[in-house]
Structures are given as C-alpha cells and as structure tokens.
Nanobody
Framework: QVQLVESGGGSVQAGGSLRLSCASS????????MGWFRQGPGKEREGVAA???????????DYADSVKGRFNISRDNAKNTLYHQMNSLKTEEPARYYC??????????????????WGQGTQVAVSA
C-alpha cells in the first residue's frame, strides 16, 4: 500500500514562492507517475503537474497551461520524495494541494481519475 504525506504548505504573498514536498512509502514499483493536484474554494480538483519515469534516467513531465513556466515538479528517487516548486504564485491560486501516485503505471497525465493513491493534502494561501 502506497502512502503519501505532503508538507510545505503555508501562506505567501502574491508573487512569492513555496516548495511542497510529498514523502512516499510502500511503493515497490520500478516505474512511476506521480502528480500534484489542487482544489481551490468552490472549485473542482484539477491537475497541476505530473512526472513519469519508465525505469531509466529520464523523467517526463507535464504541466497545466496555467502554471507552465512558474511551477516545477521533480522527484528525488533516493529519498522517495516528490517536490513541487511554485513560483510567482497568484491570488487566484490558494488551494489544498494534493500529491498522487498512479501505482506503477507510467505516463505523465493530469487527469485525477488515472491516479490510485492520494495524500491528505497541504494548504496553500496566497494573499494580495
């Protein structure tokens, strides 16, 4: 059973940066796809970034159009930790940010139905 624990959320002013982390345990897969999703007040949960590895040294990533150039997803395989560097945060981006895992299935997709394991989320607030 894969367990995911997010951390790093908090309050930041618009234009600021935050780095989220997601510690993963219990995975026995040699390939992976993990992603970051967010759900803002009154909004549906949406995919923000995804990273996939087919067992080699190259990671494949995908981002929602709204965050391209500002957010960066990465993974430290030795630490089993997923990261999400968020820069130039906007006032419309406060949300609960979730880490998710596709359970060994590859493909850097942003659709939430494709993910099997989910963390509890970490809250991000952005003030003007």
């Amino acid at each position: 059973q894969v367990q995911l624990v997010e951390s790093g959320g908090g309050s930041v002013q618009a234009g600021g940066s935050l780095r989220l982390s997601c510690a993963s345990s219990g995975s026995t897969y040699s390939t992976y796809c993990m992603g970051w999703f967010r759900q803002g007040p009154g909004k549906e949960r949406e995919g923000v970034a995804a990273i996939s590895n087919y067992g080699g040294s190259i990671n494949y990533v995908d981002y929602a159009d709204s965050v391209k150039g500002r957010f960066n997803i990465s993974r430290d395989n030795a630490k089993n930790t997923l990261y999400h560097q968020m820069n130039s945060l906007k006032t419309e981006e406060p949300a609960r940010y979730y880490c998710a895992d596709r359970g060994g299935i590859t493909g850097a997709h942003l659709e939430q139905y494709e993910y099997t394991y989910w963390g509890q989320g970490t809250q991000v607030a952005v003030s003007a």
